[in-house]
């Protein structure tokens, strides 16, 4: 027997491959309650038209909530050879509550219906994410925080460049973070768009009221243009570039800690609950965690770019190679929202390595703060760093740190040098003058941590 909805110009039998390749319910059941949602609301629309009476809508919506019951407990039975949750949930209506059932879909397609399933289950959910990112924020704030006195060799191209405190490091990924939130809720504007009422794609034919639709499903505007609505995947676009640039952010801060975490520099230790062992060899301690972070972050932007490549070039309004959007959404949702609670749990566990971070410093990484003590007793930049410069190659030639390099040495080179010069060998000092809005002196950190703990504060 034929259950399918569109089967009254159909003779033959649907090839059984196909039928498998066209079955998109393994994953689209999972918006189960927000297709039942979208139902109930359109039930109501069609009862105002007086297309359904009261009890026909009543009944509509009270066999719809059996169904959603039926789901949660997973009771709800699929059928061989169902196509999608729409038609899924519509037979099951039917088996509930007979002939009512069949008035439902009047006016409204399985095109406006998914995108609008798609919508309120984005709504609903983004909102976690956004959590888990807030999250993430929060663990780095607090350890910034605690181990502000900690200090630490920066880099740039990975070689030694000025020393910073670790939790001026640490900041820096939690202010990305912050971004991606606000970028994210920039989104939530073109969710709250409704396309329901669009029909398949020229509208709909019985005068519904779309506003009080979009009311009834908390949406704050409607499409204006039916063909564009069913069209429209742009807001799936956004939400996998948006994941996918949290992605990246999160590989970073993957990198960063899987060299801080190698012997060679053991700034920091995976704790053991986010690092594995080897098959083979005893000693071995990985972190897994973050390279699976690091790896998973950058499959994300993958995710994004192979929907992009099915968006280019399709005919306007609605074709089946859209049905793909559920496997590039719910994937990179899963993926983003598992690497995110890793990171965060990594970052809360691991330690971090004081004496080792200390002992990673090295003189030649004040040469800038030479060049600014002359530029102090008024030198001009230029000169003052051609100085500094001579400083780092005098004291390389004799094979000594630069702070070794007497005062007469240093005269030689430049007059201006004075007994003052010992205050610059010394990192505390060095990190001290960056009291500028940003910078990464004591004051500056402990600004940053209090804009974003009172930023995660009203959230
Ligand atoms: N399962 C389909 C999808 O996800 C629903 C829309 C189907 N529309 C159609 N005209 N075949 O895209």
Redesign the pocket.
């Known amino acids: 027997e034929n259950h399918k909805l569109w089967g009254g110009r159909f003779a033959g039998k649907t090839d059984p491959q196909l039928e498998k390749l066209n079955c ?1 319910l393994d994953l ?1 059941k999972r918006m189960y309650a927000e297709d039942i949602e979208g139902s109930k609301a359109y039930a109501q629309s069609l009862k105002h038209i007086n297309l359904l009476t009261e009890s026909e809508a009543n009944s509509i919506c009270e066999g719809l909530d059996k169904i959603k019951i039926e789901w949660g407990t997973n009771e709800f039975v699929i059928k061989p050879g169902e ?4 038609t899924t949930n519509e037979r099951r209506l039917k088996e509930i509550i007979g002939e009512p059932a069949t008035k439902l879909h009047v006016g409204r ?3 406006d ?2 995108t609008t399933d798609m919508k309120l289950w984005l709504k609903s959910n983004l909102k976690n994410l956004q959590e888990k990112v807030c999250e993430l924020i929060e663990v780095i704030v607090k350890r910034s925080l605690k181990e502000i006195d900690v200090i630490m060799p920066g880099y740039t191209h990975l070689q030694r460049a000025q020393p910073v405190r670790w939790s001026h490091y640490l900041l820096s990924h939690a202010w990305s973070l912050k971004n991606d939130c606000e970028r994210l809720e920039n989104n939530f504007g073109l969710l709250d768009v409704l396309p329901l009422g669009s029909g ?1 794609l020229a509208g709909n034919p019985l005068n519904i009221d779309r506003k009080k639709l979009a009311e009834n499903l908390n949406f704050a505007q409607i499409t204006e243009n039916s063909m564009q609505a069913v069209s429209d995947r742009d807001f799936i676009a956004d939400f996998l570039f948006w994941a996918s640039m949290v992605g990246i952010h999160l590989s970073r801060l993957a990198e960063d800690l899987i060299i801080f975490s190698s012997k060679e520099f053991e700034f920091v230790t995976i704790a053991e609950s986010y690092s594995t062992g080897s098959s083979l060899m005893p000693q071995k301690r990985n972190p897994d965690s973050l390279e699976l972070i690091r790896g998973i972050g950058g499959s994300l932007f993958g995710q994004c770019c192979s929907f992009m490549m099915v968006l280019k070039s399709l005919p306007s309004t ?1 074709n ?1 190679d ?2 793909s ?2 496997e590039a959404m719910f994937t990179t949702f899963d993926k983003l929202q598992s690497i995110l609670e890793v990171t965060t749990g990594t970052v809360r566990t691991l330690k971090v390595n004081d004496a080792k971070c200390k002992s990673a410093l090295s003189f030649e990484m004040l040469a800038t703060d030479i060049a600014y003590y002359l530029v102090r007793k008024s030198v001009p930049f230029r000169t003052a760093h051609h100085i500094a410069g001579k400083v780092v190659a005098e004291a390389e030639k004799k094979l000594v740190n630069i702070c070794d390099l007497t005062l007469e040495e240093l005269k030689e080179i430049s007059p201006q040098f004075e007994i003052d010069i010992g205050r610059v060998w010394n990192y505390e000092n060095s990190i001290e003058q960056y009291q500028a809005i940003g910078g990464t002196a004591r004051s500056s950190v402990l600004d940053q941590i209090y804009k974003l703990d009172s930023w995660l504060e009203q959230k």
Do not use: F, G
């Not at 196509?83 to 729409?86: G, L």
């Open positions: 998109s689209d196509e999608d949750i729409h397609s399985r095109n219906q998914v398949a609605y089946k859209l049905q959007d559920k």
